[in-house]
């Protein structure tokens, strides 16, 4: 029993002191990597919404749902199609060609708390 709760602090301990980009390292050993793909992560956990990656018109970035609940990444004014993130999921999600540059609110239509904030670059 005591060294079970050793060996998990120690596991924590060693993503945290990978230093840098802490939470897209996390998402990587999370999810074993079977995405495949290199680009920008967006992570929910814990019903929040983890800092999102800003993307220009036409970059793509994958969303993954840690949760064991389904959430949505859902624009704000219908600047794109919503995203569905069933529970323990992950799901690719492109910026439309057509979107001008600036900040976009979105939010999950199934918490009402959840919500952040994409930058589109020039
Ligand atoms: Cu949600």
Redesign the pocket.
């Known amino acids: 029993m005591r060294m079970r709760t050793l060996g998990v602090i120690g596991g924590i301990l060693i993503v945290a002191a990978c230093g840098g980009d802490v939470q897209s390292t996390t998402t990587a050993e999370e999810t074993g990597s079977t995405s495949g793909g290199d680009g920008p992560i967006l992570t ?1 956990e814990g ?1 929040s919404f983890g800092s999102v990656p800003d993307l220009a018109p036409g970059e793509s970035m994958t969303i993954v749902n840690l949760d064991s ?4 990444f859902t624009s704000g004014d219908d600047s794109w199609e919503s995203v569905e993130l069933p529970g323990d999921s992950e799901a690719s999600f492109t910026v439309p060609d057509d979107l001008a540059p600036g900040d976009y609110i979105f939010f ?4 009402a708390d ?1 919500g952040g904030r994409l930058t589109v670059t020039g």
Do not use: G, L, S
């Open positions: 929910i019903r609940v389904r959430h949505t999950c239509e199934v918490h959840m």
